[in-house]
């Protein structure tokens, strides 16, 4: 059974920093996508950043040049490194793995930005 597991949410004050971890278990995502999407209150999901696994990745316009997606193949992780965080990047943060069906889904992990 693949499971992914998110860590590393909270609350912290505007222009703080976080740092998100997503580990996948069940099978490997060496050769697959990995990526982070985020759902705030009454809004859809949306792409954060996204991993590839030749190492490229692409971002959402507005965390470019604030957060910073990685991942480690050997502990088949992907994390999400989140500087100069701004009330507007509040929201529930969803690890995704794969790249074609069937893809997989974290449980999602709560970010709070607030003085």
């Known amino acids: 059974q693949v499971q992914l597991v998110e860590s590393g949410g909270g609350l912290v004050q505007p222009g703080g920093s976080l740092r998100l971890s997503c580990a996948a278990s069940?099978?490997?995502?060496?050769?697959?996508?990995m990526g982070w999407y985020r759902q705030a209150p009454g809004k859809q999901r949306a792409l954060v950043a996204r991993i590839f696994s030749s190492g490229s990745t692409n971002y959402a316009d507005s965390v470019k040049g604030r957060f910073t997606i990685s991942r480690d193949k050997n502990k088949n992780t992907v994390y999400l490194q989140m500087n100069s965080l701004k009330p507007e990047d509040t929201a529930v943060y969803y690890c995704?793995?794969?790249?074609?069906?069937?893809?997989?889904w974290g449980q999602g992990t709560q970010v709070t930005v607030s003085s």
């Open positions: 995704h793995a794969g790249t074609i069906p069937p893809t997989y």
């Open positions: 069940g099978r490997s995502f060496s050769t697959s996508a």
